[in-house]
Nanobody
């Protein structure tokens, strides 16, 4: 059974930081591109960042220089460090895993990030 369990969301003031974690089980972690999408209120889900097994990263323009994605293959965990948070970063953040070979995509349940003063 595949499980992607996110944690680390919460309420933070503008300019603050959060660290999201996503612990994966039931997949071959090294065979998956890992990443994060977010879905702001009333908007579609969109890619925030992704990371390959080799460590190549990709970021949405809106978060470049502020967010950092990383992965720990020994712990089957992917992280998203959110710094310099803005009001518009408020969203549900979803972890995903895409298998290189099967192209199957699995999703976490989401974690809420709210940026508010």
């Amino acid at each position: 059974q595949v499980q992607l369990v996110e944690s680390g969301g919460g309420l933070v003031q503008p300019g603050g930081s959060l660290r999201l974690s996503c612990a994966a089980s039931g997949i071959i972690f090294r065979r998956n591109v890992m990443g994060w999408y977010h879905q702001p209120p009333g908007k579609q889900r969109e890619l925030v960042a992704s990371i390959t097994n080799e460590g190549s990263t990709n970021y949405a323009n809106s978060v470049k220089g502020r967010f950092t994605i990383s992965r720990d293959n020994a712990k089957n965990t992917v992280y998203l460090q959110l710094d310099s948070l803005k009001f518009e970063d408020t969203a549900v953040y979803y972890c995903y895993a895409r298998d290189y070979f099967t192209r199957v995509v699995n999703w976490g349940q989401g974690t809420q990030v709210t940026v508010s003063s």
